[in-house]
T-cell receptor, first 115, second 111 residues
Framework: DTGVSQNPRHKITKRGQNVTFRCDPISEHNRLYWYRQTLGQGPEFLTYFQNEAQLEKSRLLSDRFSAERPKGSFSTLEIQRTEQGDSAMYLC?????????????FGPGTRLTVT | AQSVTQLDSQVPVFEEAPVELRCNYSSSVSVYLFWYVQYPNQGLQLLLKYLSGSTLVKGINGFEAEFNKSQTSFHLRKPSVHISDTAEYFCAVGGSYIPTFGRGTSLIVHP
């Protein structure tokens, strides 16, 4: 299967701990997106990369959130000093920005529970 | 700025009946519209998209949607639903590289 993969699928952590999630996009895709999804809501955009460049990060929820894509392949999303309000599903998506398709392919998500 | 309103949070329907899930949008730039489906514990999967051209768009699993510029709508339809169509459906608008998603409509198909 060459779809988008995310690890871990589930993460339970205690308040105040740091967590890191990984996303592996479809290999030929140059764009990678991170979203947060809470219960009963649609995906909320957080940040995106084109290759290794982070082109939009103003919508990261606070300075506790950061993302990297060091070699333009996989990406990591880190949340420092987690809070209970960070509990949510974190989705990753990738796309190929040529041909004007604008279609995003989503991974299965990482469900974070902060206790 | 862009926004999406999905008018129904939940749509119950009986199997083999037709269904319409409503979506209205606003966008100040070129409009690209999408419908995604999300099954429990899975990521989103694209059903169909409108970028330009014919206003009637056909997608996977027998779904179709019609782009109506004057009414700023992009409603999703299926003439006969199956139990397996039970899922969450999201409408999204993207005039740039950052799409905006609606809150979702839960389609519940009863036998």
């Amino acid at each position: 299967d060459t779809g988008v993969s995310q690890n871990p699928r589930h993460k339970i952590t205690k308040r105040g701990q740091n967590v890191t999630f990984r996303c592996d996009p479809i290999s030929e895709h140059n764009r990678l997106y991170w979203y947060r999804q809470t219960l009963g809501q649609g995906p909320e955009f957080l940040t995106y990369f084109q290759n290794e460049a982070q082109l939009e990060k103003s919508r990261l929820l606070s300075d506790r959130f950061s993302a990297e894509r060091p070699k333009g392949s996989f990406s990591t999303l880190e949340i420092q000093r987690t809070e209970q309000g960070d509990s949510a599903m974190y989705l990753c998506a990738s796309s190929w920005d040529r041909g004007g398709s604008y279609e995003q392919y989503f991974g299965p998500g990482t469900r974070l529970t902060v206790t | 700025a862009q926004s999406v309103t999905q008018l129904d949070s939940q749509v119950p329907v009986f199997e083999e009946a037709p269904v319409e899930l409503r979506c209205n949008y606003s966008s100040s730039v070129s409009v690209y519209l999408f419908w995604y489906v999300q099954y429990p514990n899975q990521g989103l999967q694209l059903l169909l998209k409108y970028l330009s051209g014919s206003t009637l768009v056909k997608g996977i699993n027998g779904f179709e949607a019609e782009f109506n510029k004057s009414q700023t709508s992009f409603h999703l339809r299926k003439p006969s639903v199956h139990i397996s169509d039970t899922a969450e459906y999201f409408c999204a608008v993207g005039g740039s590289y950052i799409p905006t998603f609606g809150r979702g409509t839960s389609l519940i198909v009863h036998p």
